[in-house]
Antibody, heavy 120, light 106 residues
């Protein structure tokens, strides 16, 4: 079964860049049936979509975060990555990576999530 | 901008039917999906393309989507169904989530 695993630093300082990688195992990231996304959830709050990427590199971003977000894909390593710049305490959240079914537009597999506090 | 609206909470007695709604302008023209999230866990897909269930989801879960409202229905609700539920849809190239509904089984 497909597995997604987020990895990255456990703490980020305000004004710095948050970086996370999602490793995809037991499945190829280069399938035309799927693309890949990042979603976050601040403590005690709801889900917020950050952005999505196709294996070809085509990206879609949440308009409210677009100026600070970069999502990239490395098919040779079967992983995709998130960078969020100029972070503040409001960016403290659990960050999830997930697979998106291209035809049905739904997230069918999720990683376990990575809590990233933003604090000095 | 497009928004999806869910009631913050729904309560149901064990064995009864729970209905969780998700409202958005002409939502019925889009695909709606639903996710279940229990405390400390990642979201799990429970309904996609309005009314399709992943194979591992019990058949007491069903869905509909028409007009401005998508609905997740849980028949014969069990205590294990107590969780937060989120609806999700796409608007153009943007993914939207509803604010979430806390389902309490009491």
């Amino acid at each position: 079964q497909l597995q997604l695993q987020e990895s990255g630093p456990g703490l980020v300082k305000p004004s710095e860049t948050l970086s996370l990688t999602c490793n995809v195992s037991t499945g190829s990231i280069s399938s035309s049936r799927y693309y890949w996304g990042w979603i976050r959830q601040p403590p005690g709050k709801g889900l917020e979509w950050i952005g999505s990427i196709f294996y070809s590199g085509i990206t879609y971003y949440n308009p409210s975060l677009k100026s600070r977000v970069t999502i990239s894909v490395d098919t040779s390593k079967n992983h995709f990555s998130l960078k969020l710049s100029s972070v503040t305490a409001a960016d403290t959240a659990v960050y999830y990576c997930a697979r998106v079914n291209y035809g049905g537009q739904y997230f069918d597999f999720w990683g376990q999530g990575s809590l990233v506090p933003v604090s000095s | 901008s497009y928004e999806l609206t869910q009631p913050p909470s729904v309560s149901v007695s064990p064995g009864q039917t729970a209905s969780i709604t998700c409202s958005g302008d002409k939502l019925g023209d889009k695909y709606a999906s639903w996710y279940q999230q229990k405390p400390g866990q990642s979201p799990v897909l429970v309904m996609y393309q309005d009314n399709k269930r992943p194979s591992e989801i019990p058949d007491r879960f069903s869905g509909s989507n028409s007009g401005d409202t998508a609905t997740l229905i849980i028949s014969g609700t069990q205590s294990t169904d107590e969780a937060d539920y989120y609806c999700q849809a796409w608007d153009s190239t943007t993914v939207l989530f509803g604010g979430g509904t806390k389902l309490t089984v009491l």
